[in-house]
């Protein structure tokens, strides 16, 4: 018998065989069918309904149907579940062959896009985006913080999945303010990369709400030009507590009341990613370690009193004993490979301090007064001595070649020598006052601020290269001389300083929104007034700032907005810094004039809620000060010689792509310039296109089975040669392409039952997740390492970010 035959015989069989069994199981069995509504009677697709305790299972159709065999002569129950939804049993006895009809309503609990939808009729009003804070524990991310989120909104863009950083508009990651109960936040000044970064401040565990807005925000926030992301903590009202362990580390926390009217909410976390961190093409011992702990206390002293005090200690420490780094790159007609072998370590520190007390004071039920007084602290240190020699040969492409792929001539061999001793202390601290009066179709709200810092800044590093034997720079020849020079060595590169600043900064604001409602539409007016001293420069900043929002009254939900208005940024340490490690006195702030119109529109599409987000934007820039971006360190020019613009589109849309989960996706368009001397170039900002997608779905059947995906894409950033004036700065370093996924199962849920004496009774959910970054395998490029042989020919030899890496995760609420 022939192969083709015996399969058809073979396939013949086994379908008369499966007829057989259906005909003989029909006998036995019943059908229940019918249809899953909600409240509204609208039915619900993919609905899962199952047999309690027993195998299979179906799902409900585009109009909610559903049939399911079902055994007969003996109690059963039926399940019907979705997410978002209440989950209903019914119990029944069927006879054999019978058909049963059902017809069941599930009541909506709470999904994630209608609480989003009442809540942002408040901030329809501005340039603010709710974000959901439940859904930062699903989202694949390797740091696992708010950050993650942010960078999936619309005009945000980042190229390196180790850090927290990111930019907005055109922005460089030094112009992002970061509000946590009204108590401004400080990242580290230091840190040169990812690896050293560690945990940012936010803790997402401790977080009950995120607001965020790219560009165009009011003026009781300043005093930065490009974004605000503004954080509240919970006020906990019973208690509850969560852990998370995971490859990467673990975190825990603890809320709850002791009395009526004393609150705590508590938080650690530990993080190590030397897992992770061995996949980049520097192998060698990385030891990084990173640990933070945060408390936020509450007491009520009456109805009108209450206070409130935020602490945090962070220690960050970062090890690394490089070893080796081969590193292939080039093109496929020209391809080459680096060799090093390293000696030596570097080891860096940060230690961050930050206390807060607020208390507030309610006379009214319209008016409201906070006063806060808080401080932080930073300590800083790194320190590297870390040698290496290197060759640099060029690699076989010929695909019919016995040797392809391997090093077929030398090109050239060297070796460079680089050490560090920089530490930093740095104080800051703040008293302010802020106050609300709401009134009717009024809001009134102001604040003063006294600011207080003190900075002292040591440098300490430089770098030896040499090539083929050769130092660089490379002293002027002379063989044959009977008087040779005795020149000194050479450095490639040196710093050597000390500095100290010191300075206060007075700030305040007013501001008033109008609210007008009629028959036709509502229109809201916010104006406000924002200024700012510093006695370090002596300059006197005022702002004006205005929003308006129209939403007509049509079949349309749609709200138009503009604002604009101006934004200052006064020089932080960092911008006052130098490419010498010398601070510039004198320096102004930077200003910017924006103005961005937008709307946003609420629709239904297959049944299920949508919102779509679109805002264009302008931002002309003077008193700019130049710098340059190598990984996460930012080099000041100290300069105001330079203005320039931003201009671009934001799209996002949200909603339920799958029923009862949100998803979105948001596409940003940009272009960035500076003018330096009379030539327009790009920022070092200047992603033109940035494209990123979060999407959520669960399996069918299974709806404790979730998947989470996120897909980043954004276009090249310019860079160039190191210590090469701002004009040569032109090349573009290729596109950053990521896709992480997650996959996670419910282990415990609301419907989960134990016995009293089991010791799992106490959670409330549980989920165990398996996550993969950088599905693709996309050796994406953060930096690069440039190489420069005797002829002084450079090569750019790229710093890839992590390859494909897993992750196994537990999480638990109680």
């Not at 990242?187 to 977080?207: A, H, I, K, T």
């Not at 929104?513 to 006695?535: C, I, Q």
Request: glycine content about 8%.
């Amino acid at each position: 018998m022939s192969r083709p035959l015996r399969k058809i015989v073979v396939h013949t069989f086994l379908c008369l065989l499966w007829l057989t069994a259906r005909s003989v199981s029909a006998q036995q069995t019943a059908v229940v069918f019918g249809r899953v509504t909600d409240t509204d009677q609208q039915g619900i697709v993919n609905a899962n309904i199952t047999l309690a305790g027993l195998p299979g299972g179906t799902t409900s159709d585009k109009k909610g149907n559903f049939e399911l065999q079902a055994p007969s002569g003996k109690k059963i129950t039926v399940t019907f579940t979705f997410i978002g939804f209440e989950t209903e049993t019914v119990e029944l006895v069927l006879k054999p062959g019978e058909r049963k009809e059902i017809r069941q309503t599930l009541t909506q609990t709470s999904t994630s896009l209608p609480s989003i939808e009442v809540k942002d009729q408040q901030l329809r009003t501005n340039t603010f985006n709710r974000i959901d804070p439940k859904t930062i524990t699903l989202i694949p991310s390797a740091n696992a913080g708010i950050e993650d989120l942010i960078k999936t909104m619309p005009g945000v863009s980042s190229r390196n999945e180790l850090s927290s950083t990111y930019s907005v508009r055109g922005g460089n990651y030094d112009e992002n303010l970061v509000f946590v109960n009204d108590i401004e936040i400080y990242r580290p000044f230091l840190v040169r990369s990812g690896q050293q970064e560690g945990l940012s401040f936010l803790n997402p565990d401790l977080v009950s709400s995120i607001s965020f807005s790219a560009g165009g925000f009011d003026a009781r926030f300043g005093d930065k030009m490009s974004s605000v992301l503004d954080i509240k903590y919970k006020r906990p009202t019973s208690f509850a507590g969560s852990f998370d362990i995971s490859l990467l580390g673990a975190n825990a926390h603890l809320e709850g009341t002791i009395t009526k009217k004393f609150s705590y909410l508590l938080g650690a976390r530990y993080k190590s990613n030397s897992y992770f961190l061995k996949g980049l093409d520097t192998k060698g011992d990385y030891k990084p370690k990173y640990f933070d702990f945060q408390a936020l206390l509450n007491y009520e002293i009456s109805k009108k009193w209450e206070i409130s005090a935020l602490g945090t200690y962070s220690n960050n420490s970062f090890k690394l004993i490089p070893q080796t780094r081969e590193t292939s790159f080039g093109t496929i007609g020209e391809a080459y490979k680096l060799t090093i072998f390293f000696d030596g370590q570097e080891v860096d520190s940060y230690q961050n301090w930050l206390g807060a007390l607020t208390a507030t004071y309610k006379p009214t039920p319209e008016l409201r007064l906070k006063f806060t007084a808080s401080g932080y602290q930073t300590f800083e240190y790194e320190t590297y001595d870390i040698s290496a020699e290197y060759w640099l040969g060029k690699l076989e492409v010929n695909q019919g070649s016995n040797n392809i792929g391997q090093v077929t001539e030398a090109l050239g061999v060297g070796a460079f020598l680089n050490h560090a001793r920089n530490s930093l202390e740095g104080t800051v601290f703040n008293l302010e006052h802020r106050g609300t009066y709401e009134k009717k179709n009024n809001l009134t709200l102001w604040g003063v601020k006294y600011q207080h810092e003190f900075f002292n800044y040591v440098v300490n590093e430089w770098e030896m290269q040499d090539s083929a034997g050769y130092s660089l720079p490379r002293p002027l020849d002379s063989l044959g001389s009977q008087t040779p020079p005795h020149d000194s060595l050479l450095l490639f590169d040196a710093i050597k300083t000390k500095n100290r600043e010191e300075s206060n900064r007075y700030s305040a604001f007013l501001q008033n929104t109008w609210t007008f409602n009629n028959e036709k539409n509502d229109v809201a007016l916010t104006a406000g007034l924002r200024s700012m001293y510093w006695d370090y420069n002596h300059q006197f900043l005022l702002d004006p700032r205005v929003n308006i929002s129209f939403q007509p009254h049509w079949k349309k939900d749609v709200v138009f907005r503009v604002s604009g208005g101006y934004y200052s940024q006064p020089p932080s340490f960092r911008e006052l810094t130098d490419l010498r490690g010398n601070i510039v006195a004198g320096l102004k702030a930077q200003r910017a004039m924006q103005v961005v119109a937008g709307s946003d529109l609420y629709f239904n599409a297959w049944g299920r809620p949508f919102k779509f987000v679109g805002e264009a934007y302008y931002k002309y820039i003077n008193n700019l000060i130049p710098y340059s971006i190598d990984n996460l360190k930012i080099r000041y020019y100290g300069t105001n010689d330079a203005f320039g613009y931003a201009t671009g589109v934001d799209f996002r849309v949200n909603g339920e792509f799958v029923k009862g989960i949100e998803s979105w996706a948001s596409l940003s368009i940009m272009k960035t310039e500076e003018n330096i001397n009379g030539d327009w170039i790009p920022r070092p900002t200047d992603q033109r296109v940035n494209l990123s997608i979060f999407f959520q779905d669960y399996i069918p059947h299974y709806p404790s089975w979730r998947m989470n995906l996120t897909l980043f894409y954004g276009t090249g950033l310019p860079f160039g040669p190191p210590n090469a004036p701002k004009n040569q700065q032109t090349l573009r370093i290729p596109p950053y392409r990521r896709v992480d996924i997650g996959l996670s199962k419910q282990i415990i849920g609301g419907n989960t039952t134990f016995s009293k004496k089991n010791p799992f009774r106490v959670f409330h959910s549980m989920w165990i997740s398996l996550e993969v970054f950088n599905l693709l395998q996309i050796s994406n490029t953060v930096s690069y390492l440039w190489i420069t042989d005797i002829n002084n020919r450079q090569y750019a030899v790229p710093n890839y970010l992590t390859p494909r890496q897993f992750n196994l995760k537990l999480q638990a609420t109680f």
